[in-house]
């Protein structure tokens, strides 16, 4: 059964710093890698998807990189901004899964002005 | 373009009453989703359907029926409600065409407690 881990659960910086968010998965037959972000009482909005024959995605100050055989991705946050405060979730498309994915359960961010 | 839409957006029910958490997407997304959301559980999977009149569990589907009659609507029904049910319930769709490269749309969300 894939488990998907996130690290540290929650994070608070000062605005301004680069910071790295961590997602690690047992099993790598995956089929891509999907980053969220979550306010409060919200829904789920995708910021960056990787397929498992990519190695990294970016998008504006978010970079993304994917490391299947070792199970690893990491989310790279550039200039921390207090309107990136928000819990960033890990998700894990399956390989036969037809598009389903397993959740990590999130880092809670909180960028202070 | 509304995405995925869920109805309703919060609900109370009493343990034993039934009830159906609406989703609808208007992307015409073959794959659908249900998950539910528990503080210090992350998202689980409920249900799924890989296109009209296909459905199949996911981790943790007891106590819900789905069922797929269009490729729009995928409607999670509660037949027993119990106080273990208390949650967020997310809908989800995405299709595997070249261009969506599957990525997943998510609802809103439903708040329901379970009394």
Same mark, same amino acid.
């Given at each position: 059964?894939?488990?998907?881990?996130?690290?540290?659960?929650?994070?608070?910086?000062?605005?301004?710093?680069?910071?790295?968010?961590?997602?690690?998965?047992?099993?790598?037959?995956?089929?891509?890698?999907?980053?969220?972000?979550?306010?409060?009482?919200?829904?789920?909005?995708?910021?960056?998807?990787?397929?498992?024959?990519?190695?990294?995605?970016?998008?504006?100050?978010?970079?993304?990189?994917?490391?299947?055989?070792?199970?690893?991705?990491?989310?790279?946050?550039?200039?921390?901004?207090?309107?990136?405060?928000?819990?960033?979730?890990?998700?894990?498309?399956?390989?036969?899964?037809?598009?389903?994915?397993?959740?990590?359960?999130?880092?809670?961010?909180?960028?202070?002005? | 373009?509304?995405?995925?839409?869920?109805?309703?957006?919060?609900?109370?029910?009493?343990?034993?009453?039934?009830?159906?958490?609406?989703?609808?997407?208007?992307?015409?997304?073959?794959?659908?989703?249900?998950?539910?959301?528990?503080?210090?559980?992350?998202?689980?999977?409920?249900?799924?359907?890989?296109?009209?009149?296909?459905?199949? %569990?996911?981790? $943790?589907?007891?106590?819900?029926?789905? +069922?797929? @009659?269009?490729? #729009?609507?995928?409607?999670?029904?509660?037949?027993?409600?119990?106080?273990? %049910?208390?949650? $967020?319930?997310?809908?989800?769709?995405? +299709?595997? @065409?070249?261009? #969506?490269?599957?990525?997943?749309?998510?609802?809103?969300?439903?708040?329901?407690?379970?009394?």
């Amino acid at each position: 059964k894939q488990e998907v881990t996130q690290i540290p659960a929650a994070l608070s910086v000062p605005e301004g710093e680069n910071l790295v968010l961590n997602c690690s998965f047992t099993d790598s037959a995956i089929y891509n890698l999907q980053w969220f972000r979550q306010d409060p009482g919200k829904g789920l909005t995708s910021l960056l998807l990787i397929q498992s024959s990519q190695r990294e995605q970016t998008s504006g100050r978010l970079n993304a990189s994917l490391d299947k055989s070792s199970g690893r991705s990491t989310l790279y946050i550039a200039a921390s901004q207090p309107g990136d405060s928000a819990t960033y979730l890990c998700a894990v498309g399956h390989l036969l899964g037809y598009s389903t994915l397993t959740f990590g359960k999130g880092t809670m961010l909180l960028v202070s002005p | 373009n509304a995405g995925v839409t869920q109805t309703p957006k919060f609900q109370v029910l009493k343990t034993g009453q039934s009830m159906t958490l609406q989703c609808a997407q208007d992307m015409n997304h073959e794959y659908m989703s249900w998950y539910r959301q528990d503080p210090g559980m992350g998202l689980r999977l409920i249900h799924y359907s890989v296109g009209a009149g296909i459905t199949d %569990q996911g981790e $943790v589907p007891n106590g819900y029926n789905v +069922s797929r @009659s269009t490729t #729009e609507d995928f409607p999670l029904r509660l037949l027993s409600a119990a106080p273990s %049910q208390t949650s $967020v319930y997310f809908c989800a769709s995405s +299709s595997d @065409s070249q261009a #969506e490269k599957n990525i997943q749309y998510f609802g809103a969300g439903t708040r329901l407690s379970v009394l």
